[in-house]
């Protein structure tokens, strides 16, 4: 409330009074604007919840966790607060609006005397759950936010493919990413005295990335294993300082990585914070 307390010559001088009341909490938390995706993937991504204190540092947390996510505009992502003084509570709306989420790899090239071809098809709102449900498939079953992937190159000598899976909320608590994948590689090609040279490689790999509370909620932390196996057959394969041309070797690996990213609001051209990790591999 200002207070005209006094004119001196062509200047005023005011006091705000200002009556600070009860801290207001959340009480209605809607959404709109999801029609492919789930209600629950928006609502695990909400951190205004009702009956947590109004914050606006949540709002702002929320907004860059939506925006975050690959298949909403990040542009078109609104809050509509709306105070009641009456009951000290604030209603909060979130809008979305659903863009293509899915991606299709297509490329070609020519090295090595000969071509190689690419094709890849990335579904990021992905529902394994509904796999089966032939209803949902649109053209493949979308909604629960999960990623999955299949790759395949092929050319005179070469063929590749792999395919990969991610949950990002595993527990449902946090997100806790989950990610498997298999790929195999086989090179066939003859040598100079025209017999077949061959290799070929598979590897599994399988890994957690947990959202941490502390030092502060942009920390997260991965842990993952992976299996390779080499099968060769007449192609010279490195052992340290020895090379064997016929045979077969197994690596096993365990990966350890803390990163902070804080980058934003758009991860694909982010105007804003940082991407620092430091990784260990046994």
Do not use: C
């Amino acid at each position: 409330m200002p207070v005209e307390k006094s004119v001196v010559g062509d200047s005023i001088n005011l006091e705000i009074r200002i009556n600070e009341g009860e801290k207001a909490t959340w009480n209605r938390v809607t959404w709109s604007g999801n029609t492919t995706t789930h209600d629950h993937v928006i609502l695990r991504s909400l951190y205004t919840r009702p009956g947590d204190l109004f914050s606006k540092s949540e709002i702002k947390r929320t907004y860059f966790t939506l925006a975050g996510l690959p298949y909403f505009d990040p542009q078109q992502i609104g809050q509509d607060v709306v105070p009641q003084p009456q009951d000290n509570t604030v209603d909060i709306h979130w809008s979305v609006v659903e863009k293509g989420s899915s991606q299709v790899n297509l490329q070609a090239g020519y090295g090595g005397n000969s071509f190689i071809g690419t094709l890849g098809l990335t579904f990021n709102n992905f529902s394994l759950r509904n796999f089966l449900k032939f209803k949902d498939f649109k053209p493949v079953p979308q909604g629960d936010g999960q990623t999955f992937s299949i790759t395949a190159q092929a050319g005179q000598n070469f063929q590749n493919y792999g395919i990969q899976f991610v949950e990002p909320w595993l527990f449902g608590s946090r997100p806790t990413a989950l990610s498997v994948g298999v790929n195999y590689s086989r090179v066939k090609y003859k040598d100079q005295y025209g017999e077949d040279m061959k290799l070929g490689i598979f590897s599994a790999s399988a890994g957690l990335n947990r959202q941490l509370s502390w030092p502060d909620y942009y920390f997260s932390l991965y842990t993952g294993v992976q299996y390779q196996s080499y099968d060769f057959q007449n192609y010279p394969f490195q052992f340290g300082n020895t090379s064997e041309s016929n045979g077969s070797a197994k690596n096993f690996s365990f990966n350890i990585g803390l990163s902070r990213n804080s980058a934003g609001t758009n991860p694909i051209f982010p105007t804003s914070g940082s991407n620092i990790e430091a990784s260990l591999k046994f």
